[in-house]
């Protein structure tokens, strides 16, 4: 038995015979960035997300780096993220000379708490970064009311939620800019690295474009120091003919959601995953809480299945944020949890005998205890 993580190549043949020609298109009229593929991309992503703009870039952290200074982050400035995010969206601020401040989260979802997050705010506070983590979005309703009293941005970071909604409202069109990821294993993959910003204000959206192409948007005329993010025409390609299948692609994970909860639910040992209400969930990843989460991950993989941890250390915990001084119990809940997590095989083409394969599994793992 061998049942991945994620199935690339599942979707990749699904989606071979459109794409391949267009991919020789391409090559043969050697328009390798930018071009009609890239602008047909934007158009169609930003109609999917419902909102004005869309500017396709290189990866997901440059993404987040842009939006963070299009709405006026700068060095020395404190950005608020959730604790037990991917480092990315901590290393785009750092990027800037901008200083990331872990906030706690809540311990149902493990989204991003309002609580801590007004309790994080200082006078260098210059943004909010709520992430839609594991494909449901943050609680921004409250994030919102906590922004709009300090006079501060919302920043989207929907790297794992591209189709979520909140109360009708998709990720990416919440705040004043958002950023998202198409890197291959997200709901929405490119053949590659690749990201968007998307945003209903037409002067945020010019200045991410003009800072993605070296500060310039006539040749050798360059108004900022910007840097080089683009979108390549390739991925936009398979992107364009991963997002017209992305609504059913969601649907599926959605039913595969569902048959965890129903294969688990009698497995008392298993925390299986919540929504928090008003959200619809695109299920970019399952996360179960279980006790000895490094020996069951360890009889998972030895029975071929192909289970994962998101993420083992909270960003702040890590190395490269030991300057910042952070110290476990800065933020209990997401530290207790990344003991915890493991992540099991979630992607479109799941099929139910895998499941139960993947159950079974699991049962007997945690049944060692």
């Known amino acids: 038995m061998n049942i991945p993580l994620v199935d690339l190549r599942a979707q990749a043949a699904e989606i071979a015979d459109e794409v391949e020609p267009q991919v020789l298109e391409v090559l043969r009229a050697a328009c390798y960035v930018g071009g009609p593929h890239v602008a047909a991309f934007e158009r169609e992503f930003a109609e999917f997300v419902g909102v004005a703009h869309a500017i396709g870039v290189a990866n997901g952290t440059d993404a987040v780096e842009l939006a963070l200074r299009a709405v006026g982050v700068g060095a020395g400035d404190e950005v608020i993220m959730p604790a037990n995010t991917f480092i990315a969206t901590a290393e785009a601020a750092s990027r800037i000379g901008a200083i990331p401040v872990p906030a706690d989260v809540d311990r149902d979802h493990l989204l991003i708490s309002p609580d801590a997050v007004a309790a994080a705010i200082t006078e260098r506070t210059r943004a909010i970064v709520p992430v839609h983590l594991y494909g449901q979005v943050a609680p921004v309703e409250a994030l919102e009311a906590i922004a709009a009293a300090a006079n501060l941005p919302i920043v989207e970071d929907g790297a794992q939620s591209q189709g979520a909604t909140r109360h009708g409202r998709c990720a990416g069109s919440i705040g004043a800019i958002a950023a998202t990821s198409f890197y291959p294993g997200k709901n929405l993959g490119a053949s590659g690295d690749a990201g968007a910003v998307t945003t209903d204000d037409p002067d945020l959206a010019k200045t991410v474009r003009l800072m993605a192409n070296h500060g310039s948007a006539t040749r050798y005329v360059h108004d900022v120091v910007g840097m080089n993010s683009r979108l390549d025409a390739i991925h936009a390609v398979t992107l364009r003919a991963k997002l017209a ?82 110290q476990p119990g800065a933020a209990p809940i997401a530290e207790r949890a990344a003991s915890e997590l493991l992540s099991l095989p979630m992607h479109p083409h799941l099929t139910r005998e895998h499941q139960v394969a993947v159950a079974t599994a699991l049962r007997n793992a945690v049944c060692d205890d």
């Open 245 to 326: 299948r992305l609504n059913d692609w969601n649907a599926r994970r959605r039913e595969a959601s569902d048959r965890y909860a129903e294969l688990l639910a009698d497995v008392p040992s298993v925390v299986l995953p919540q929504t928090m209400p008003g959200n619809s969930d695109v299920w970019h990843l399952y996360v179960i809480r279980v006790a000895e989460r490094d020996r069951v991950l360890a009889e998972l993989t030895a029975a071929g299945v192909g289970a994962g941890v998101h993420y083992p250390d909270p960003w702040y915990l890590t190395r490269a944020y030991a300057h910042l001084g952070y």
